[in-house]
Nanobody, 123 residues
């Protein structure tokens, strides 16, 4: 099992910044892609940013140029630096990780979620 614990959410005014952190613990060997998702009230959960174990990053169009995802493989953490925040960024933000194992020549992948952290951007 992998446990993911987010921190860093809160209330901020539009134009401000927040930094979210996610710490992974447990069976962390084999974790490759880590992601941040968000879910606003009444909307589907959407991926915000992802980072692979080799550092390749991807961002949703809505956050490109404003958000930066980073990870520290030694500390098993992934962060999301959010700048120029907008009211439409208000959501619960979730950390997500894929863990891959090769057992008997078979590739097994399992996905894990954190409990979420609230980000509220006031106008």
């Amino acid at each position: 099992q992998v446990q993911l614990v987010e921190s860093g959410g809160g209330l901020v005014q539009a134009g401000g910044s927040l930094r979210l952190s996610c710490a992974a613990s447990g069976m962390i060997v084999g974790i490759n892609t880590m992601r941040w998702y968000r879910q606003a009230p009444g909307k589907q959960r959407e991926v915000v940013a992802s980072i692979m174990s080799d550092g390749i990053r991807n961002y949703a169009d809505s956050v490109k140029g404003r958000f930066t995802i980073s990870r520290d493989n030694a500390k098993n953490t992934v962060d999301l630096q959010m700048n120029s925040l907008k009211p439409e960024d208000t959501a619960v933000y979730y950390c997500n990780a894929d863990r891959v194992q090769i057992i008997g020549g078979i590739r097994l992948s399992r996905n894990y979620w954190g409990q979420g952290t609230q980000v509220t951007v006031s106008s």
